[in-house]
């Protein structure tokens, strides 16, 4: 159901040749509203692409009419052609669409370091507006995958009648923040820019920030949210944050699955922590910990890895009361040997590792992957 | 020529059968003095192995009289009988040489979370207590390997007629701070252990402390600095600090030479950085990013994956005015792209990223090395 799930929205996919071959490679997505209310999320990492740049521009407003997508290229570290390329795109969906560039956001994924080709670009742009459609989707989920194996997309139906849509690729440079990736999340609900800014972050936090597959963070990252006002339904703040946080969580857990290279999805459970601050820290150190991520690839629940990256941050804890336990089993109690390490069973594809910090009552959890020969492999091999 | 060297030092090597058949796995170094002034650095972990536990509270003395190192056990989260291990090993060097426990260092490496064998260990330590020799050096060296394949040995002579000997071992969990490893450094030089304290920090800061292989920090690192006095000379402090530099140097590129599955050893010069500091910070971030060390295994100059590891820091620069050569080859500039990319040069093992911040004049190296499928091999069948 995609970005179309909800009402007052249109969208296209096509190929304009960027990435060569018959494959999708240009999104577009429009708001007919009767609201163009919208906000966004940005990479933190201070080298942004010139779509960042720009779209962050356009965001200052609160309103988004349009955005378009291109897979193929990054369009980053392209000094300031490349952000007038960008510049170039939006002005040309909105002589296509009759409006002004100022509410039309730009994202694009791909190879950093090298410029778009701009006629195929802008003849896909002219060939998306004018194919967008109500089913249109599924195409536009298409088009912007990179290594992505499957369009990523997710829907959910508010109570009063409302729709939260979506749809997401990432697959490498996956880590906050923002787990790298582009998202668009639309819905027919009524909310205002100040709505979807506040609603957005919170799901993000818990969401997006939270899937770290390879500990990279892009150039690119951005989640959009917006907002038709189509339903005509005002909806229930807590209702709405609730569905929206499940879409980003769906779309999440799509994005784990399919990470580069990977065999296993690891979800880190941090508890008994004293902030929660502290269990997403705990989290990230072991997402990030290169041969605890071997380990699990290699189905050997080596607990000691764990809490040697347990040991590099700087959250409560006492190093004698940490309980690690894999798949369920409490391999590690008290920071030492604990239950019998040849109960895990590692070989289904979810692992499950559970840190008890004993240092308090908050917890969080860390989405990652194994590291495999594969990553290697398709990391080398990407830009040659 | 290693820990034996300089004068007033004897060793031993013996195969104590932890690790298994005939390696060497328990290493002793005396100090005869006249002096018995040391010094140590361990790691920054806060979960710690109880030989570091141990030793921490020897070193708060400022003596050292022997040394005992053991290969095939880290007799780390091993909890409380764990210690009692340690103390039991240094009550027995002691009783062999017939001195205090108080002035014996115990280092161990190897796995996490298992028991050492005692009986086998004890009676290492009294092979290796009666056999220690003014020639035992090498045999020391080869007794602390783990996944090393090859002893790391180093030695400077001063002008005035001491010397600085050194071993280190380490292959795997490389990482600051410290990397990951086990060193002593012995001289007959006459130090006060304040002295030796101040000259082996600064020593470490620079030549441990920036090798970052893996990104994973141990719970054993320990460098431990013995200076028996034995030449008469007191040192001129300047020299003294500039050769036992090299001496850390000499051992981190054999280190760093020898990490697990690395097919290139990578230096990131960091210059025109407005501190050391972002110096420092601006080349760990870029030694622990997994997509740039794909690429350099794919021998791919990527420095977009450079760029996008600097923008993850908080040093002072701005993203338009970084430039990036690797292998001398300026192929980013100003942000973007700079020279032809197929200039570059990546069949050596040896590769060097330079990353100019524009905003300075101060400069700092940090070591590490390409991420390859033999390192996830390696490391996913560690402990099976």
Known sequence: MSVTAPRGFRAAGVAAGIKGGEHRDVAVIVNDGPSRAAAAVFTTNRVKAAPVLWSQQVLAGGRVYAVVLNSGGA??????????????TAERLADALEDSAAEIVVCSTGLIGERLPMPELLAGVDAAASTVARDGGLDAADAIRTTDSVSKIAFRRGGDGY??????????????????????????????????????????ACT???????????????VLLMASGASG???????????????????????????EGASKTIAIEVVGAASTTDAVAVGRSIARNALFK??????????????????????????????VAINGVWICRGGAVGDDRSKVDLKPREVTVTVDLSAGTEAATVWTTDLTAEYVHENSAYST
Not at 75 to 88: E, R
Not at 183 to 201: G, H, Y
Not at 242 to 252: A, W
């Open 294 to 323: 071997c380990a699990i690839y290699g189905e050997d629940p080596n607990w000691g890895r764990v809490l040697s990256a347990v040991g590099t941050t700087d959250a409560v804890f006492e190093p004698d009361h940490l309980n």
């Open 208 to 222: 997006f920030e939270r899937v770290d597959a390879d500990g990279c963070t892009s150039t690119n990252d951005t």
């Open 75 to 88: 369009n980053a570290c392209t000094g300031a052609p490349g952000f007038q390329d960008t510049h170039a």
């Open 163 to 204: 729709t939260i849509g979506g749809m997401a690729k990432g697959a490498g440079m996956l880590a906050p923040s923002l787990a790298t990736m582009l998202s668009v999340l639309t819905t027919d609900a009524d909310l205002t820019s100040e709505q979807c800014d506040t609603l957005l972050r919170a799901a993000t």
């Open 233 to 259: 339904v005002v909806p229930d703040t807590a209702e709405f944050a609730r569905l929206l946080t499940e879409v980003c969580q769906d779309l999440c857990n799509q994005l784990i699955a399919d990470a």
